[in-house]
């Protein structure tokens, strides 16, 4: 049994009809020439087109060509059609197995020997199960749903000035930051719900907006920077810096309490040096702002300003409590302060150490150093000190140089992102001009960054003797991007490994031995410690180089 669709019905209306039902009797003999017509009646199906099914399709073609093999045919059935392009759903399809589908999207009904009562009986399943309502409103909320779906993805704002600046950093984080999992969120999500509900009417909004994105992240080293941070920040790389000429750190135990911050030095002739501002005072508060819970790096960026402009800082000098204000100003900075310290001995064999105290990773510090190293040696030193305590770091590449000066070789550190090492920074010798006299480090809390660097790496290749206090333990590595509008963003970038393969970040390079509780910071307060035995900071030679 082959069923077709009638031509007049399916053009002319939304029904068909199936007609032409052709029934041979399998124990028909050979010699039967024509089978026999069973008369049929019109079975209305409503067609519905909708995103749920095709529209059906009908295609006029010759009997012959599809009965073939049955037979003669009369003319009549050249009127036949094929059904053509019709999904229907599982149900049909599993309850009524007389559906067979090609290649072709062509459906053609099976031969089976229930007859038609079995075609009518599907026919009545389909109309019961697959109500006219139901089609429609199960197409009706589909093409709701299609409706929305476009209406979502249409953009219903036209992206502003500042909506450009907010993308312009995200894509900066996107792209660059160190965590692809971005503190555990969907950063592209956190885009569109900032575009949709974060104010970005004024450059000041917007601002807020991108600090509110990078807090996100929770990680204090990767900020946003307005166009004078970041300007300011570029020229402190430079050697140069608009500000009031102090160096600041973490106070020790020996410094007395731990509320405020320590002034390490005072350039000299910058704003605070004439002030009268000496090494040792304690910055109590910055414009009415209390130092006690502070940072040097937010302290540093509080101290720096416009030209011109003032800051008003309480001092503690001794038991004195003082204001002061200071205008800033450009002040050049020398990372570098150096002193020869001659220990008491016997004749020629008396120890003479090279004390060199570097204070920044600025352009210039590679090159003071070698300078520095270079006169000592001139002036016969049999050992070195160098002094990192409160550098705060700066530019990673200096950091790189100014190990290459102490190594004949080795790894100096790993650069590592999610996915592990992703490149390895060595010297081969070609640049060490002290690599063979002793040498000890001193770090505290205050070393940190390209510091850490430095003194991880002569740590792990024997190189140096650590002394002092775990270092501030930041093991990430930042590069700077400047937006379009001149501000700019300080991005963590990727992690770094000593050569140990040791992560410090949030841990610190731990010293090998810790240095007395009053240890002077400067070079003059250094050698006196050396020279003089009866002092409580005394250290001898043996101690300071021995493992």
């Not at 971005?182 to 509900?197: D, I, T, V």
């Not at 974060?198 to 000041?204: F, G, K, L, V």
Request: with cysteine.
């Amino acid at each position: 049994m082959a069923v077709f669709a009638s031509s007049s019905t399916a053009s002319l209306s939304p029904y068909f009809a199936i007609s032409n039902i052709y029934y041979k009797n399998p124990y028909w003999s050979s010699k039967a020439s024509t089978p026999q017509m069973l008369p049929c009646k019109y079975f209305p199906i409503r067609i519905v087109e909708a995103q749920l099914w095709s529209p059906l399709m009908c295609k006029r073609t010759n009997a012959p060509n599809v009965l073939r093999n049955r037979g003669n045919i009369d003319g009549a059935s050249k009127h036949n059609f094929l059904l053509q392009s019709m999904r229907f759903n599982k149900f049909f399809s599993l309850k009524c197995d007389f559906l067979s589908i090609t290649h072709g999207r062509l459906l053609k009904f099976g031969i089976y020997s229930g007859g038609l009562r079995k075609v009518i009986y599907c026919l009545e399943k389909f109309r019961q199960h697959v109500s006219i309502p139901s089609v429609c409103l199960i197409a009706g909320v589909m093409l709701v749903m299609s409706v929305s779906v476009a209406v979502s993805r249409s953009p219903s704002w036209a992206l502003t000035e500042e909506n450009l600046l907010f993308l312009e950093a995200w894509r900066t984080i996107d792209r660059a930051y160190v965590d692809k999992n971005f503190n555990g969120q969907s950063w592209f999500r956190y885009r569109e719900n900032a575009l949709r509900n974060e104010p970005m009417n004024t450059r000041e909004q917007t601002y807020m907006a991108i600090k509110k994105m990078l807090a996100t992240l929770d990680d204090p080293f990767t900020r946003f920077l307005e166009p004078e941070k970041f300007k300011s920040l570029r020229s402190g790389t430079q050697g140069a810096l608009t500000g009031v000429g102090l160096s600041i750190g973490y106070p020790t135990q020996f410094d007395g309490s731990a509320a405020g911050l320590l002034v390490i030095s005072a350039a000299p002739g910058g704003p605070a040096n004439r002030a009268g501002i000496l090494t040792g005072d304690v910055i109590v508060a910055i414009d009415d702002t209390s130092t006690e819970t502070m940072g040097i790096y937010d302290a540093a960026e509080r101290l720096q300003g416009p030209e011109g402009t003032s800051v008003e800082l309480t001092i503690r000098s001794g038991p004195e409590i003082k204001h002061v204000a200071l205008t800033r100003e450009k002040v050049s900075l020398n990372p570098v302060k150096s002193r020869l310290c001659e220990v008491p001995g016997s004749g020629k064999d008396s120890p003479r150490i090279g004390y060199i105290k570097l204070t920044s990773f600025n352009q210039n510090a590679s090159g003071a150093v070698k300078e520095a190293v270079d006169s000592l040696k001139s002036s016969s030193v049999n050992a070195f000190v160098l002094d990192l305590r409160d550098n705060s770091g700066g530019l990673f590449p200096e950091g790189i140089e100014i190990a290459k000066i102490w190594l004949d070789k080795g790894v100096i550190v790993y650069i590592c992102d999610s996915r592990g090492v992703r490149d390895i920074y060595d010297t081969d010798g070609s640049s060490a001009i002290a690599a063979s006299e002793p040498l000890a480090v001193l770090v505290n809390k205050g070393t940190a960054s390209a510091s850490e660097i430095l003194a991880g790496a002569l740590k792990d290749n024997k190189r140096a003797v650590l002394f002092g206090e775990p270092t501030y333990g930041k093991g990430k590595i930042q590069s700077v991007f400047e937006l379009s509008d001149s501000s700019g963003l300080a991005v963590t970038v990727a992690r770094y490994e000593t050569p140990a393969h040791t992560d410090i970040d949030k841990v610190g390079v731990i010293p090998d031995h810790p240095l007395p509780t009053s240890f002077p910071k400067d070079e003059e307060g250094f050698c006196n410690c050396l020279q003089d035995p009866a002092s409580a900071c005394y250290v001898n030679r043996v101690q300071l180089f021995a493992r």
